[in-house]
């Protein structure tokens, strides 16, 4: 994992053409997102996913949740497309929720040893610009497995650097808290992680 680490400021006008290159050639990009830095790979990509685990020294059986810039991107990743759930990201994407939908065949196991994925589209300007550019990205937060989470570029150098290959620096992560996590796949709506929006607000909009 002895990778240069190159950080570049969000502002940069070539910075998401860069950062969707080092993707698609297999790299590692950390960039900001509504609650917290976020370490991507493509998510086509098994060997590019198998890195962010290397580089975060995650455990393999810990899933990796899916990020996609815009909407049609859901058909790329989730075969779960009910009236439900449709209704949940209308109301709350993009946001801090991400949902637990089954996973689209054909999809790399690496992102989750099970037949489901977590998904989200973060209401971040530069993740949903380089998210609609490069397509959907596996996302993990960008520290080390345990790790307190980084608010800004300069923590997550302090964690990763030789490990990754980009991070794109767009100052401190105001919320810096994971996205509440809810599961889809049952007749019951399940609230697996409290997080930013509160899981009353989610089930009001399910159960409507």
């Known amino acids: 994992m002895n990778k240069t680490t190159e950080i570049i400021s969000a502002q940069n006008p070539d910075a998401i053409v860069k950062a969707t290159k080092v993707l698609k050639a297999g790299g590692l990009v950390v960039f900001p997102t509504d609650t917290l830095y976020g370490l991507g790979a493509d998510a086509n990509n098994p060997q590019a996913i198998r890195s962010i685990y290397t580089a975060k020294d995650r455990p393999i059986e810990k899933a990796i949740p899916v990020l996609i810039g ?24 993009p946001g801090a929720l991400t949902l637990i939908l089954r996973k689209k065949t054909g ?15 973060p209401a971040h300007p530069f993740a949903l610009a380089l998210l609609q550019l490069s397509g959907p990205l596996a996302v993990s937060s960008a520290n080390i497995s345990g790790a ?12 990763l650097n030789g490990r990754i290959d980009l991070i794109i620096d767009g100052g401190d992560i105001p919320i810096g808290k994971a996205s509440t996590v809810v599961d889809c796949t049952g007749s019951e709506l399940v609230c697996l992680r409290e997080g930013p929006i509160d899981f009353r607000e989610i089930q009001q909009v399910w159960e409507t």
């Open 148 to 159: 307190e989470n980084p608010i800004n570029a300069e923590q997550v150098l302090q964690q």
């Open 70 to 93: 815009d909407f049609t991107q859901l058909y790329l990743v989730t075969e779960q497309l009910d009236a439900r759930v449709k209704i949940l990201t209308d109301v709350f994407w």
């Open 107 to 121: 999809l790399p196991e690496e992102l989750s040893q099970s037949d489901t994925l977590g998904l989200r589209m």
